[in-house]
């Protein structure tokens, strides 16, 4: 499509990728391995876009693959209201892995709300094993953020472990809902209360068959990104 309005002499072209794919193949973590995330940046480029839109990349740096503007606009707006509303009381909010530790700060420093983290391994891909939760989380109603929930074994992993640590409830918020695999399976049979994601994905019938799933929509976001970015407005001032 990029290429088709290129050849058609748009004056500019911005793509608005709610979800970029490939994003977490972002660095070589065995040899002879690609990167992705870097092929698709430069094809994106290559193709003919001036500028991209996307949300909640998996690592910020992905936006130093492009030699366009980024705009990585965040769910964080999106997702705070519903916490704020729904659970804003004796909060916890978790993150599942140590690189996820800076947005679950934001998020309880917004809230008001205790921060802890799971202590995870990872064996293989799209395998993790939690091994403790590192923060007190007894008796309180624990959000587990994360970016996005594919296969859910990371998440599962992580409610059974809070659960271990004495949580009175448990909820999960990401903003991609992949839900690949046996992902729905897992979420219906854990501990999980409710599972808040956005629209970046559309729910296939499984996912949307699952009463766990909360869905958010990040149109009025995105719309106000797009206007801004069409205007030469700061689209950092939507998340001060």
């Known amino acids: 499509m990029i290429d088709a309005f290129k050849r058609s002499s748009a004056r500019r072209i911005t793509a608005v990728i709610p979800y970029f794919g490939y994003g977490r193949q972002d660095k070589k973590v065995a040899p002879r391995v690609p990167i992705s995330a870097k092929l698709v940046a430069d094809l994106l480029t ?14 910020g740096q992905i936006q130093g693959f492009f030699d366009i503007p980024v705009d990585n606009i965040f769910a964080a707006p999106v997702l705070i209201d519903h916490i704020r509303n729904n659970l804003n009381a004796n909060l916890a909010i978790v993150s599942p892995d140590a690189g996820g530790v800076e947005r679950a700060r934001a998020f309880a420093k917004r809230l008001d709300a205790d921060l802890a983290i799971i202590d995870k391994r990872r064996s293989a891909p799209n395998l993790a094993k939690a091994m403790a939760v590192i923060g007190d989380v007894t008796d309180k109603v624990v959000v587990i953020l994360d970016d996005m929930a594919d296969t859910a074994g990371t998440l599962t992993e992580a409610v059974e472990a809070i659960q271990n640590a004495g949580a009175k409830e448990i909820h999960a918020c990401c903003a991609h809902p992949v839900l690949s695999g046996p992902a729905i399976e897992r979420i219906t049979e854990s501990s999980l209360k409710s599972l808040v994601v956005t629209d970046t994905i559309p729910l296939n019938e499984n996912s949307a068959g699952c009463d766990k799933i909360v869905v958010l929509s990040i149109s009025e976001l995105v719309g106000e990104a797009i206007i801004r970015s069409y205007r030469g407005d700061s689209v950092t001032s939507l998340f001060v």
């Open 46 to 59: 290559v193709s003919g876009a001036n500028r991209i839109i996307t949300m909640d990349l998996h690592a």
